[in-house]
T-cell receptor
Framework: RKEVEQDPGPFNVPEGATVAFNCTYSNSASQSFFWYRQDCRKEPKLLMSVYSSGNEDGRFTAQLNRASQYISLLIRDSKLSDSATYLCVARATNKLIFGTGTLLAVQP | NAGVTQTPKFQVLKTGQSMTLQCAQDMNHEYMSWYRQDPGMGLRLIHYSVGAGITDQGEVPNGYNVSRSTTEDFPLRLLSAAPSQTSVYFC???????????FGQGTRLTVV
């Protein structure tokens, strides 16, 4: 079983839609969590950190549920420019564990 | 504003050849790491370093060596290339393992 699991998608949504991704992690000792975004044939870039209290950055909201060991990312009012792969990341001691990513395609 | 610089961007090797992927960062980051990314497998950690002179193995270290003689540089050496090492390789750096990781642009390696 992978330490961080994500639905690979693709999620095909129209512009303006709200879309949510979930991610589960198996190591209950994981200390912190992140969402990274990766455009096609590009390097990953940090989208946002995920805090226990939940956090919001514009149209993006991230939530952490430690009891159920899952992380979520909600994107409101999807834009064409949101099309990318979203990587869920958990921090273990001295390393980051990446999920395989969820592909989002926003359609005009 | 260089950030993390990886070279080369593309490379084709023959089975059995060796090579070094270069990675340099100018942000004075202590933590550096190498990943490989394969379809359906996501990013997998090869080796990492928490500071100059200190390296450790990640999830898939076999066939790769690293060294960290300076804070800035973290080269990855392929000892004897195999077709299974065909992949996209990313180097990353951060202030610490829990801080934002900055990635290089990647090296697309093909072993024939």
């Amino acid at each position: 079983r992978k330490e961080v699991e994500q639905d690979p998608g693709p999620f095909n949504v129209p512009e303006g839609a709200t879309v949510a991704f979930n991610c589960t992690y198996s190591n209950s000792a994981s200390q912190s969590f992140f969402w990274y975004r990766q455009d096609c044939r590009k390097e990953p870039k940090l989208l946002m950190s995920v805090y226990s209290s939940g956090n919001e950055d514009g149209r993006f909201t991230a939530q952490l549920n430690r009891a159920s060991q899952y992380i979520s990312l909600l994107i409101r009012d999807s834009k064409l420019s949101d099309s990318a792969t979203y990587l869920c990341v958990a921090r273990a001691t001295n390393k980051l564990i990446f999920g395989t990513g969820t592909l989002l395609a926003v359609q005009p | 504003n260089a950030g993390v610089t990886q070279t080369p961007k593309f490379q084709v090797l023959k089975t059995g050849q060796s090579m070094t992927l270069q990675c340099a960062q100018d942000m004075n980051h202590e933590y550096m790491s190498w990943y490989r990314q394969d379809p359906g497998m996501g990013l997998r950690l090869i080796h990492y370093s928490v500071g100059a002179g200190i390296t450790d193995q990640g999830e898939v270290p076999n066939g790769y060596n690293v060294s960290r003689s300076t804070t800035e540089d973290f080269p990855l050496r392929l000892l004897s290339a195999a077709p299974s090492q065909t992949s996209v390789y990313f180097c990353a750096s951060s202030y610490g393992v829990g801080a934002e990781a900055f990635f290089g642009q990647g090296t697309r390696l093909t072993v024939v």
